[in-house]
C-alpha cells in the first residue's frame, strides 16, 4: 500500500519551455504533498507544501511565480517549472501524507529527472 | 531555525558495522525520520523514533536521545547494496521534513 507515482520520470527540452510533473497517490487520499529539489551529491531539498483546495505554502528562497503547483484533488498535486532554464536542471521529487493515518509518514514518488538544454 | 548535522562521507568494509550519526537543533521537536536512498533513486523508509532508546529492525537499528538532539543509524552485516545516502530527518509536528545533508555510505568489498 501507500504508493505515489510520479510522471514523467525523465525530461528533456529546450531552455524556455514549461515543464509540468504529476504526483498521485495511488491507493490513499493526501491533502498534503511535499514537492523536493535535489541537485547531485546533495541532500533532498524543500520547496514547498501542497494543500488540497489551498495554495501551496513555499519555502524561502523559493519562485511561487517559477514554480507553480496545483493540488486540485485529494490523489493529485502537480508541479509547473515555468520557462525553464538550464539552472532549473534537477532531480524532483513529490512525496504525499496518508489522510487516514496519524502520523507524519512520507511516501514518496520515483522522482522525476529533469534536463534542461 | 533548523540545523541538522550528519558526516558527509563514510567507508566500511562489507560484513563489518557502521553508525552514522545526527545530531539536530529544531524549533519543537515530534520524532525522527532515516531514509535510504540509492542514486537517481527515491529515498526509502529505514526508521522513525519517536521516544529515546533504541529500535530494532533486522540489520537497521536507530537510536534516539531527545534530550540531547541526537540520533544514530547502525547497519550490521554491511552488504555491498547498502552503498547509498542515509538521511536523517528530525520532524517537528508540522509534518514538513527537513533534510539533513545525508551521508554518502561506500560499503567496500
Known amino acids: 500500500g501507500a504508493v505515489v507515482s510520479q510522471h514523467p520520470s525523465w525530461v528533456i527540452c529546450k531552455s524556455g519551455t514549461s515543464v509540468k510533473i504529476e504526483c498521485r497517490s495511488l491507493?490513499?487520499?493526501?491533502?498534503?504533498m511535499f514537492w523536493y529539489r535535489q541537485f547531485p551529491k546533495q541532500s533532498l531539498m524543500l520547496m514547498a507544501t501542497?494543500?488540497?483546495?489551498?495554495?501551496?505554502?513555499?519555502e524561502q528562497g523559493v519562485e511561487k511565480d517559477k514554480f507553480l503547483i496545483n493540488h486540485a484533488s485529494l490523489t493529485l498535486s502537480t508541479l509547473t517549472v515555468t520557462s525553464a532554464h538550464p539552472e532549473d536542471s534537477s532531480f524532483y521529487i513529490c512525496?504525499?501524507?496518508?489522510?487516514?493515518?496519524?502520523?507524519?509518514?512520507?511516501?514518496f514518488g520515483d522522482g522525476t529527472r529533469l534536463s534542461i538544454l | 531555525g533548523q540545523n541538522i548535522d550528519q558526516p558527509t562521507e563514510m567507508t566500511a568494509t562489507e560484513g563489518a558495522i557502521v553508525q552514522i550519526n545526527c545530531t539536530y537543533q529544531t524549533s519543537g521537536f515530534n520524532g525522527l525520520f532515516w531514509y535510504q536512498q540509492h542514486a537517481g533513486e527515491a529515498p526509502t523508509f529505514l526508521s522513525y523514533?519517536?521516544?529515546?532508546g533504541l529500535e530494532e529492525k533486522g540489520r537497521f537499528s536507530s537510536f534516539l536521545s531527545r534530550s540531547k538532539g541526537y540520533s544514530y543509524l547502525l547497519l550490521k552485516e554491511l552488504q555491498m547494496k547498502d552503498s547509498a545516502s542515509y538521511l536523517c530527518?528530525?520532524?517537528?509536528?508540522?509534518?514538513?521534513?527537513?533534510f539533513g545533508t545525508g551521508t554518502r555510505l561506500k560499503v567496500l568489498a
Open positions: 501542497s494543500n488540497e483546495g489551498s495554495k501551496a505554502t513555499y
Open positions: 491507493d490513499f487520499q493526501a491533502t498534503t
Open positions: 523514533n519517536v521516544l529515546d
Open positions: 512525496s504525499a501524507r496518508d489522510l487516514a493515518r496519524q502520523d507524519e509518514a512520507q511516501h
Open positions: 530527518a528530525p520532524t517537528s509536528g508540522t509534518y514538513k521534513y527537513i
